[in-house]
């Protein structure tokens, strides 16, 4: 059993990436998220990366319609958790897929706490696979950067009331003590991803040393 949650990235099935496209390649069903009650896709982005893909790349998978009305009601995470569920009694590898990057306001995550909760196996055998955000091709598109030298990035939600943040800490130096650096929410510090001595550790670590260290104050 696996379950792929996939980011399509901001609409142009060249943006996907190669990782994502094996993915829906090699699974059995693709599950697509839709606003139509009727299960149509005649409005979905995220279908007509996925039938590009198919078309471009010569491959075909049953399509399993998620109806998604965008109300954030648990109900509504409910039956698509439920598809997911039912799907593996039929299949032995789902892909369910997303627009932009799964990290960024993305229904994977109100699915993925659920499926926690209610379907260990499930969530244990799941891979997120990230892609490019919105604003990543935004600013590619007028070639402006969303930061660069001393510049930070805010990533603000429109709403008339505060909400928890995640801060992402970038650029230390090797040797900084790292005590000046708050910790509020589910504090992760990540050194030299995809290299061969890759950490992904659930605490702040004490004194930076690798130039390739982030932190991520997740918020809770
Ligand atoms: C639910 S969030 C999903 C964000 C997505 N996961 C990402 O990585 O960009 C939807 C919001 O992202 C922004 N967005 C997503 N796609 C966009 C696009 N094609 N053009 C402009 N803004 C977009 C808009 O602010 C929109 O309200």
Redesign the pocket.
């Known amino acids: 059993m696996k379950l792929y949650m996939i980011s399509l990235g ?2 142009d099935f060249e943006l996907v990436t190669i990782k994502a496209l094996k993915a829906l390649q090699n699974c059995d069903a693709i599950c697509i998220p839709t606003k139509s009650s009727d299960n149509s896709f005649a409005k979905s982005m995220t279908y007509k990366i996925v039938k590009e893909l198919m078309d471009e790349y010569d491959f075909s998978k049953e399509i399993i319609p998620m109806y998604t009305p965008m109300k954030f009601k648990v109900d509504d995470w409910q039956r698509q958790v439920d598809i997911i569920k039912e799907g593996f009694s039929k299949h032995e590898t789902l892909c369910f897929v ?5 990290a ?3 229904s994977v995550y109100y699915l993925l706490d659920l499926l926690k909760l209610q379907d260990k196996d499930i969530y244990d055998n799941c891979e997120v696979v990230p892609g490019i ?3 990543s091709h ?1 600013s590619a598109k007028v070639k402006k950067p969303l930061c660069v030298g001393d510049s930070g990035l805010e990533i603000i939600p429109l709403l008339d009331y505060e909400t928890p943040k995640t801060k992402v800490y970038m650029r230390p130096k090797i040797g900084m003590d790292t005590r000046s650096i708050q910790d509020e929410g589910d504090f992760y510090t990540f050194e030299n991803l995809n290299f061969k001595d890759e950490k992904a550790l659930d605490y702040k670590k004490q004194t930076v040393e690798k130039y390739m260290t982030l932190f991520i104050d997740f918020f809770e």
């Open positions: 901001p609409g997303t627009l932009g990057d799964s960024v306001y993305s955000t919105s604003f935004a």
